[in-house]
């Protein structure tokens, strides 16, 4: 008796539970106007008057419904979701975060890693110390000299055993060699070429990064010196592993889809072109869980985006240029 009476309380309470559950849905889940507020309270968001709110919303509900949609149906191993950059439209984004000028002249240079024989399965530079926290260049296209920075911070790491950050504004402000144009979009090679030039790069803190172009401060004194750089012989991810295994590599993708605004997690395997317009940094490689082999790749838009700001991309497609060309223009300076 005592066991039916409790059996029948636990249906009912059960029961109760779906009932009050379906209410709650109905009533409680957040319309996407009110998620807007929530995001633009999350992220500090103002907007100058109604009218660029209704603006922004409209961008921000068609972004969320193609996240949505995406993580529902595209059958991909990677997941987007809404991240602060939920209110732009990919045009806009691209226009404010990328920057990377592709080479008109990439060097015939040596290749020093070319006879590096055995590799290891996995390399993860964050691990031996190599690679200084994500960093986040705002509204100003100088991926290219975040990109450069991390190289340099990874084989100044590798030459004197200390992790230093460097500044990424003094090559905004100071690096007009060949291509680079501050927050106007540059490359990595330039940048290298300059820092050569330059006697070397100062620190983050005594060059803080502002976002914006500035004028040269010249009285830095150089933290970390180079002897010059090296290309990576172009579409070879056999060659870009060799160079990867051997300190951090600058690589230049093509970032512009809207899928890469959005990338949260996983392996992304594309869609993605090979108009490099981004310049990040190779930090490692392995393989997935799955099995798929990936480049792990650190970025320059913050620790929010992303896996804490770093993505994982396919590596050894079939492609020769590789996912989103990272294996056309891949750089490297040399100590
Ligand atoms: C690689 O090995 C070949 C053959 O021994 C040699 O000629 C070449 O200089 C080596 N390359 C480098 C970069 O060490």
Same mark, same amino acid.
């Given at each position: ?20 559950? *379906? ?67 990919? =045009? ?80 905004? $402000?100071? $690096? ?36 914006? $172009? ?6 830095? *004194? ?9 290309? /990576? ?33 996983? /392996? ?21 869980? $799955? ?37 056309? =223009? ?6």
């Amino acid at each position: 008796m005592a066991s039916t009476y409790q059996c029948f309380l636990a249906a009912f309470f059960i029961v109760g539970v779906w009932a009050s559950q *379906a209410t709650s849905r109905t009533l409680l889940e957040p319309s996407i106007s009110e998620r807007h507020e929530q995001w633009m309270a999350r992220y500090g968001r103002v907007y100058k008057d109604v009218a660029e709110e209704e603006q922004r919303f409209k961008i921000f509900k068609d972004n969320v419904e193609l996240i949505e949609s995406f993580n529902k149906d595209a059958g991909k191993p990677y997941k987007l979701s809404v991240n602060e950059f939920a209110d732009q439209t990919n =045009e806009e984004f691209r226009e404010s975060r990328n920057g990377y000028i592709p080479s008109l002249t990439r060097g015939s240079s040596t290749f020093m890693y070319e006879n590096v024989s055995a590799v290891p399965s996995t390399m993860d530079w964050r691990k031996k110390g190599a690679v200084t926290p994500v960093k986040d260049q705002g509204q100003c296209g100088c991926c290219w000299a975040f990109s450069a920075v991390a190289a340099m911070e990874g084989i100044t790491k590798l030459k004197t055993g200390k992790l230093v950050s460097l500044s990424e504004q003094e090559l905004v $402000d100071c $690096d007009t060699s060949g291509q680079d144009q501050g927050c106007e979009g540059g490359l990595m090679d330039d940048a290298f070429q300059f820092i050569q030039q330059n006697q070397g790069l100062t620190t983050e803190a005594n060059y803080p990064y502002k976002g914006v $172009d500035g004028t040269c401060n010249t009285k830095k *004194a150089p933290a970390a010196k180079i002897n010059g750089y090296e290309d /990576v012989p172009a579409n070879r991810e056999k060659a870009l592993l060799k160079a990867v295994a051997s300190q951090p590599i600058s690589v230049a993708i093509d970032a512009s889809g809207n899928a890469f605004q959005f990338y949260s997690s996983g /392996v992304f395997t594309g869609d993605c072109g090979t108009n490099l317009d981004h310049g990040v940094t190779a930090v490692g490689y392995g393989t997935a869980n $799955d099995g798929t082999k990936y480049w792990l790749v650190k970025n320059s838009w913050g620790s929010g985006w992303g896996e804490n700001g770093y993505i994982r991309m396919q590596r050894d497609v079939d492609a020769k240029e590789g996912l989103c060309g990272i294996a056309m =223009e891949p750089s490297y300076p040399t100590a």
